[in-house]
């Protein structure tokens, strides 16, 4: 009897293996793959989650606001969103403001006078290297400790976790300040002289921290100085309630087109204007060379603007 039972269970293991073998697979193309890829996001099937890198756009404002593009190049002013990658510089003059976002989860502004380098997009470990200027926004949520992001100045490096902050260096005086508002907290661990770090900082809810190299002590105190960024963080707090409802994501290929299309406008004018040096004050200006940034945070703002 039991050798019956054996046998059938294993005529029927048999039969099972044989009819998956018969079965036919998909192989998908990578064609195939990218239009599935597409089709999910347009359908809202697709997770930003899902990917590593956050979906970063930079919106013009006002004034004058450029961009140096990651693929090298010059500075091109902007109109417009402008999807950004690793590696590409910001700045806006003295009558220039913008917006940067990161999917629907973060919303920085991006004040006047300000030149900035975006180091890392990664959702998990993003770094703008601040080179002057000011950077202020929400950054995730206090209860969502996932997204991190640090901005880094020639001083000091201001680690931002589900907070409403704000940083800014002066070039002129050397100085780094650091706030937290109503969520969060920043972590700041200034350099000193030598640009060796030193003691870490924390930032509770509406706390500040005012520093140069060339002091030896620091203290937080209340938000006082750094509560001129207050009216630019609450309206990056309701920036972010409007891009949750509006925010949609696109493809790869669409992001390319959008760059292009920023840079080439700038190209455009460029190729219109040559030869007109004397009626137009910036065809003579010297182009800026092109140099590595370093991984040091300190060699990091030593980029590409020299001779501007």
Same mark, same amino acid.
């Given at each position: 009897?039991?050798?019956? =039972?054996?046998?059938?269970?294993?005529?029927?293991?048999?039969?099972?293996?044989?009819?998956?073998?018969?079965?036919?697979?998909?192989?998908?193309?990578?064609?195939?793959?990218?239009?599935?890829?597409? *089709?999910?996001?347009?359908?809202?099937?697709?997770?930003?989650?899902?990917?590593?890198?956050?979906?970063?756009?930079?919106?013009?404002?006002?004034?004058?606001?450029s961009v140096k593009a990651s693929e090298g190049g010059e500075w091109s002013s902007i109109t417009g969103v402008m999807?950004?990658?690793?590696?590409?510089?910001?700045?806006?003059?003295?009558?220039?403001?913008?917006?940067?976002?990161?999917?629907?989860?973060?919303?920085?502004?991006?004040?006047?006078?300000?030149?900035?380098?975006?180091?890392? =997009?990664?959702?998990?470990?993003?770094?703008?290297?601040?080179?002057?200027?000011?950077?202020?926004?929400?950054?995730?949520?206090?209860?969502? !400790?996932?997204?991190?992001?640090?901005?880094?100045? !020639?001083?000091?490096?201001?680690?931002?976790?589900?907070? *409403?902050?704000?940083?800014?260096?002066?070039?002129?005086?050397?100085?780094?300040?650091?706030?937290?508002?109503?969520?969060?907290?920043?972590?700041?661990?200034?350099?000193?002289?030598?640009?060796? !770090?030193?003691?870490?900082?924390?930032?509770?809810?509406?706390?500040?921290?005012?520093?140069?190299?060339?002091?030896?002590?620091?203290?937080?105190?209340?938000?006082?100085?750094?509560?001129?960024?207050?009216?630019?963080?609450?309206?990056?707090?309701?920036?972010?309630? *409007?891009?949750?409802?509006?925010?949609?994501?696109?493809?790869?290929?669409?992001?390319?087109?959008?760059?292009?299309?920023?840079?080439?406008? @700038?190209?455009?004018?460029?190729?219109?204007?040559?030869?007109?040096? @004397? @009626?137009?004050?910036?065809?003579?200006?010297?182009?800026?060379?092109?140099? @590595?940034?370093? *991984?040091?945070?300190?060699?990091?703002?030593?980029?590409?603007?020299?001779?501007?």
């Amino acid at each position: 009897m039991r050798i019956r =039972i054996f046998y059938l269970c294993a005529s029927v293991l048999a039969a099972a293996a044989m009819s998956y073998a018969q079965t036919p697979s998909k192989v998908y193309t990578q064609d195939e793959y990218r239009a599935m890829t597409e *089709e999910a996001m347009k359908t809202r099937n697709y997770r930003q989650d899902q990917a590593e890198n956050w979906d970063a756009r930079l919106k013009r404002v006002s004034g004058t606001v450029s961009v140096k593009a990651s693929e090298g190049g010059e500075w091109s002013s902007i109109t417009g969103v402008m999807p950004l990658n690793a590696s590409d510089w910001v700045k806006t003059g003295s009558d220039g403001v913008a917006e940067l976002y990161l999917d629907a989860k973060a919303a920085i502004y991006v004040g006047r006078n300000t030149e900035f380098r975006i180091s890392s =997009i990664d959702q998990t470990d993003t770094v703008f290297t601040l080179k002057s200027g000011s950077l202020s926004g929400k950054i995730g949520h206090q209860l969502n !400790p996932k997204y991190k992001a640090q901005v880094r100045t !020639p001083s000091a490096v201001c680690a931002v976790t589900g907070a *409403e902050f704000a940083v800014e260096y002066s070039q002129l005086g050397k100085d780094t300040g650091a706030g937290t508002f109503d969520e969060g907290r920043v972590t700041v661990n200034p350099f000193d002289d030598t640009g060796n !770090p030193g003691e870490d900082y924390v930032l509770e809810k509406n706390m500040e921290l005012f520093f140069n190299p060339s002091q030896k002590r620091f203290r937080a105190v209340k938000l006082s100085r750094m509560s001129r960024h207050r009216t630019e963080v609450s309206t990056m707090r309701a920036r972010i309630t *409007e891009l949750r409802k509006t925010w949609k994501p696109v493809t790869a290929a669409a992001r390319k087109d959008m760059r292009d299309a920023a840079l080439k406008r @700038k190209v455009l004018h460029r190729k219109l204007g040559s030869g007109s040096s @004397k @009626k137009g004050g910036r065809a003579g200006r010297k182009k800026p060379s092109r140099s @590595k940034a370093a *991984e040091r945070p300190q060699e990091e703002f030593q980029d590409d603007t020299q001779g501007e």
